[in-house]
């Protein structure tokens, strides 16, 4: 047999990170908590009423009621994967949407940002942007070395918060799932440990207040910021 075959690097010092449990990430504009139905189920729904378009893309959705809505959260709630957090925008004080890690690895080091559904009060704002810089950053100071991001290849307003976030772009898995029985392919982006910490600079660089003048309009893209660390992006973004 050959001895000159290449096997990849040895990891050095390796062990594997823990599980998110009982986590409680605050920042400057967000804060995630873990999900619960008696204390988050009501005031989302409020914030979800009547906007069943956020579901498209969702495996889970629309809801008929709030009941229908608290159910489906109570089933969901302390399960270890998926494991959700609850996400309130601390500017106007609601909770407003719900993410949760998942296809959690941690003996190969990985683990996934999924389930994203933010209310229209939570889209497009430092809040939003903030709570997934949390995330990320909880799950690279744990141990992990791979953060993944997956959606419907359809789903264009995610894969480009995708890339502006810093995912870079990895491929599309056709014919990946069947969803609420629609063929789903799945657009493919994760961020590495190496890539973490020049992320990180750019999540406080344009979270900074010096970012925004006094109408809240930002100077400096955060895609701009980000795309000098991704090492692919996304073909159609």
Request: net charge neutral; hydrophobic share 40%; charged share 25%.
């Amino acid at each position: 047999m050959p001895s000159d075959r290449p096997v990849g690097p040895v990891v050095e010092g390796w062990q594997a990170p823990p599980r998110p449990d009982a986590l409680r990430l605050e920042g400057a504009y967000a804060l995630l908590e873990p999900m619960r139905a008696d204390l988050h189920a009501a005031p989302i729904h409020d914030e979800f009423k009547g906007l069943d378009w956020i579901w498209d893309y969702m495996p889970n959705g629309p809801f008929a009621d709030a009941a229908g809505y608290a159910a489906w959260m109570r089933g969901a709630e302390g399960q270890p994967d998926p494991w959700f957090l609850a996400i309130k925008n601390k500017e106007t004080g609601r909770w407003c949407g719900v993410a949760s890690y998942l296809r959690i690895t941690p003996e190969q080091g990985g683990i996934e940002v999924g389930n994203i559904a933010f209310a229209p009060s939570l889209q497009r704002t430092r809040a939003a942007t903030e709570a997934m810089a949390l995330m990320m950053g909880w799950a690279f100071d744990a141990g992990y070395r791979r953060y993944e991001w997956k959606c419907n290849a359809l789903n264009m307003p995610s894969r480009r918060a995708a890339q502006r976030l810093g995912f870079s772009y990895e491929g599309t898995f056709r014919q990946h799932m069947v969803v609420k029985g629609r063929n789903r392919d799945t657009a493919w982006f994760a961020i590495t440990d190496t890539d973490w910490p020049r992320l990180k600079d750019a999540f406080a660089a344009w979270l900074a207040p010096g970012n925004f003048d006094n109408e809240g309009r930002q100077r400096q893209s955060l895609a701009d910021l980000t795309a000098p660390v991704r090492v692919a992006s996304d073909p159609l973004i």
